[in-house]
């Protein structure tokens, strides 16, 4: 495929992937609300060698399950996922946040 043609066949679409390999610097925290929706909280710390960065990432469902039973502080793992952003308002601020949609998961 040319060049010309990915262009074509991507037009109006955006690529929002992402993926990241380091050490959980917590145990996941799962999170069940009053409609038995599950989701999981965790971050992974990856060094790119100058630095440390923390990544927030989130799953939900079954795969927030078996995040939460299988994975702990100090693993290493592989993830990959999708960006979400939002906001909320704090003492009259708006605060932005970023975070990984989790979609696969390996140790």
């Known amino acids: 495929m ?11 679409y955006n690529i ?4 990241v ?6 145990d996941p925290v799962l999170l ?3 409609d038995t929706i599950t989701k999981v909280a965790l971050t992974v710390a ?7 960065n ?3 990432g989130i799953a939900w469902n079954s795969l927030a399950k078996t995040i939460a039973i299988y ?12 960006i979400q952003t ?5 003492d009259d601020n708006k605060v932005y946040t970023q975070e990984l949609v989790i979609d696969l998961i390996n140790k």
Request: proline share 0%; no cysteine; charged share 25%.
């Open 46 to 52: 990856s060094n790119n060698g100058n630095a440390t």
């Open 21 to 26: 390999s380091g050490h959980l610097s917590n």
């Open 71 to 82: 994975y702990k502080k100090g693993d290493l793992v592989f993830i990959e996922g999708h």
């Open 32 to 34: 069940i609300d009053k």
């Open 86 to 90: 939002g906001s909320y308002v704090k």
């Open 16 to 19: 929002n992937r992402f993926s």
């Open 54 to 56: 923390f990544i927030q």
């Open 2 to 12: 040319t060049n010309k043609e990915t262009k074509k066949e991507t037009k109006g």
